[in-house]
Each structure stands twice: as C-alpha cells, then as structure tokens.
C-alpha cells in the first residue's frame, strides 16, 4: 500500500511538472491516474452491467426522439437506424474523462456498424461546468474525438431531464430499464432495431470484451 502511495505520489507531481496543453492540471492529473482509477473498479463494472435478457421491446419509439447538438442544431435519432447506438454521458473534469480516447477507439473500430453519441452533463460534482462551444474543443484537442457531441443537458432524473435520457432510464419508455447513469461515463447500447440491449457502468472501459461482444452480437 505504502508503494502504491508513494507511486502515485511520483505520478501526480511528474504530471503537475508535464501540464498538457489544452488541459489544466486537474485534468492533466487525471488523465494521467486513469489506468489507475480503471484497474481498481474493474471487478465491480461487470456485476453492474444490465441486459435485456427477455429481449423485450421498446414501448415508446427509440427512433422518435430528437435533442440539440453541441453546435445547437437538431439531432433526430431517426437517421441512426440500422446501426448500433452506444449512448454515453460525458464529462470533462472526471476521473473516468479517460474514456473520451476509448470511445474515439471504439468509434474507429466499427465505423459503419456503430454510432457513438455523447452527453456532456454536470450532474455529478460539477465535473462539466464549462459551455458548449469550450467542451467541443477540449474533446476534440485532447482526444480526437469525432464522434457526435450533443448539447449539455441533464441525464439524471430530476426536472428537465434530457429527452433521450428519459427514454433511457424509464422501462414505460424503453420496455425494460429504469436505469439512470450511476456516474459520468454510463453507457446505453441500442440495437439495429432501437432497442436498448445493455447499460454499462462509468467502471466498464468502452473497449472492454463485454462492450464489443455486446456490439458484434448479431
């Protein structure tokens, strides 16, 4: 334990000496601890994945939703069909932002079978407080990500939850889950057909064997 700590020790200051362009040091040092952070939920990630074992079928049309991009225009879900959807909620300032280079991975990996959307939010200690325009270079500067970015919105269930997130985490809605993000990072895979097959924990990497397992699944 004493190394450990001593290590990490070496690694914060080391980071705090290599600031990364683009990036402040709190979100220098959490890049650089996020292997860290992952090797150490990793167990818990796999007992918090949900499925839709019974296969059961949405009650309210994936496909009829729609939200606003980061760049403020109209997303219509309806332009997705056909392909898998990995939606994620997102943020800037947290342990698990590591993800954002995963997911661009993910992305590259399946390039015309999967869709990954993010949903930057600042529902959990305020990990995402900057604006819309400041998120969408910070994203693309520091991990290339070219995935869409929708508008910052809530996911949580509270007043003016985001529509798509409504959609995600109420079983009236999408037949089965009543799931919504435990932390930033939570992902939601919607099949060919619009309909949710899995929730992944923030503690489940984007490239983990369940996540491309789950997308290969035919």
């Not at 990996?109 to 604006?131: C, H, M, R, W």
Request: charged share 20%; hydrophobic share 40%.
């Amino acid at each position: 334990m004493i190394k450990i700590a001593i290590a990490l020790g070496v690694l914060v200051t080391t980071t705090l000496l290599m600031k990364k362009q683009g990036m402040s040091y709190r979100q220098s040092i959490l890049k650089s601890i996020y292997p860290a952070i992952m090797w150490s939920s990793k167990a818990a990630g796999k007992k918090q994945t949900q499925v839709n074992v019974e296969n059961k079928t949405p009650i309210v049309s994936f496909y009829s939703l729609t939200t606003k991009d980061i760049n403020g225009k109209d997303f219509n879900f309806a332009s997705l069909k056909g392909k898998k959807v990995l939606i994620v909620n997102t943020a800037s300032d947290c342990g698990f932002t590591g993800q954002y280079e995963a997911l661009e991975k993910l992305q590259e990996k399946y390039p015309t079978s999967l869709i990954v959307v993010g949903f930057p939010a600042n529902d959990f200690k305020e990990q995402e407080t900057k604006d819309n325009e400041t998120i969408a270079a910070f994203c693309k500067k520091n991990y290339g990500v070219s995935f869409p970015l929708m508008a910052k919105s809530i996911v949580i269930k509270k007043n003016h939850q985001n529509e798509v997130f409504k959609w995600l985490s109420d079983m009236t809605m999408n037949g089965w889950n009543h799931q919504e993000p435990a932390w930033n990072f939570c992902k939601y895979l919607v099949n060919e057909e619009g309909t949710l097959t899995h929730y992944f924990p923030m503690t489940v990497d984007p490239l983990d064997p369940l996540v491309l397992e789950a997308i290969e699944k035919k």
